[in-house]
C-alpha cells in the first residue's frame, strides 16, 4: 500500500495529512484505501480487495449478464465433477472472458487454485501419477 500526502491550507497554518491509497489490479489507478472493500473473512478485518469498488461493481454487472446468456445450459450438474449442486458458479476463462461451464464451488476454487489453466492441472495430475505409481 501507498501513503499519499495531502496538503491542507487552514487560514495561515498548515496541516498534512496522509491518506492511506492502494493501485488498483484492474484499472491501475491509484485510489483512496476506503475505495477498496475489506475482505469480510479476514480474521483482522483488514485486508482489502486489489480491485477498486468500481471495478469490482463493473465485473460483478458483466458475470451477471454472461450469467443469464448461459443459463439455459446450467443443468444443476457441475459440469467438470457431475455432482447435483442447487447453486453453481459461472466459470470462464478470465484472458478472454468466453464462457466454460457452471461448476460447484469445489470445482471452481480448485481449479482457480491450480493457476486456471491447463499448465496447472497438468502440473497436479503428474504429481498424483507419480505418486499413485510410487504407492503402487
Known sequence: MRKR???LIMKENQLEL???TRVCRICSVEKPIDRFHKRHKSPTNTTRDSR???CCNE???WR???RKKYEHLDTGLCHCCGRKIKSLHFDHDHKT???RGFLCHFCNTGIGKLGD???GVTRALRYLEKHEEQNG
Open 5 to 7: 500526502k495531502a496538503i
Open 18 to 20: 496522509f491518506v492511506e
Open 52 to 54: 477498486c469498488m468500481a
Open 59 to 61: 465485473g460483478r454487472e
Open 64 to 66: 451477471r449478464k454472461e
Open 97 to 99: 472472458g468466453k464462457y
Open 117 to 119: 489453466d491447463i499448465e
